[in-house]
C-alpha cells in the first residue's frame, strides 16, 4: 500500500535546528559529512538485521527497510548531485519522485542483507564524494526543479538532515 506523499518544504531546517530528530545545521559543513555518514553505517546495518525490518508501524509511515531503501537511494541521488554541483555552474537538478521510486523500487519487497550492503556502498561513495571537496568549492550553487537554490555548503546541510532524520524515524 503507497505512503501518502509527503509534501513539505523541509528547507527550513538549514536555517534552524530539527525539533523532531535534534539535527542542528550550523554544526555542518562538507568537511563533516563523510565521518558523520560513516558512522551512521553501523546502525544502518543494524537497523536492517531486525526481525521485523519490513513491517509498518501503520498505515501511514514506511517500515525500516523502506526508509533504508530511501537512504540508499538518497545517498546515490545526492552523490549525483554533488557531483553535478562541482562540475557544472549553476547545476540544475531533475525532479526526483521520491515515493514513485519507492514504488518502482519495490522497497517493501527487497532483502535487507542485499540493501544493508548498497546502502553501506552507497554511504561509503557519497562520504568520499564530500571528502574531496575543498573549501573554495562550498559556494558552487545548484537548484531543485522546484526552484529552490543550494550551495555546496547548504546541500550538505540538507542533505545529512535526511539521513540523520531518517535513522531517527527507525530508532536506529
Not at 537512504?71 to 525532479?95: P, W
Not at 535487507?112 to 573554495?136: H, K
Request: charged share 25%; net charge negative; with cysteine.
Amino acid at each position: 500500500m503507497p505512503i501518502i506523499p509527503d509534501e513539505k518544504d523541509w528547507t527550513w531546517v538549514l536555517s534552524k535546528p530539527c525539533p523532531e530528530c535534534g539535527f542542528d545545521p550550523a554544526t555542518v559543513t562538507p568537511a563533516t559529512v563523510p565521518g558523520t555518514v560513516l558512522n551512521m553505517l553501523p546502525r544502518w546495518r543494524a537497523v536492517l538485521r531486525r526481525e521485523d525490518v519490513g513491517v509498518r508501524p501503520n498505515d501511514h509511515t514506511w517500515s525500516a527497510l523502506e526508509y533504508a531503501c530511501h537512504v540508499r537511494d538518497v545517498f546515490s541521488l545526492f552523490d549525483q548531485r554533488l557531483n553535478l554541483m562541482l562540475t557544472e555552474d549553476d547545476a540544475r537538478f531533475d525532479n526526483w519522485d521520491q515515493d514513485q521510486a519507492a514504488i518502482d523500487g519495490e522497497y517493501g519487497e527487497s532483502d535487507p542483507r542485499t540493501v544493508a550492503e548498497e546502502l553501506v556502498a552507497e554511504g561509503e561513495q557519497i562520504a568520499e564524494s564530500f571528502a574531496r571537496v575543498v573549501e573554495s568549492e562550498w559556494e558552487r550553487s545548484g537548484t531543485r526543479s522546484n526552484g529552490s537554490s543550494f550551495t555546496v555548503l547548504t546541500f550538505s546541510r540538507y542533505f545529512l538532515h535526511d539521513v540523520v532524520h531518517h535513522l531517527h524515524d527507525v530508532d536506529g
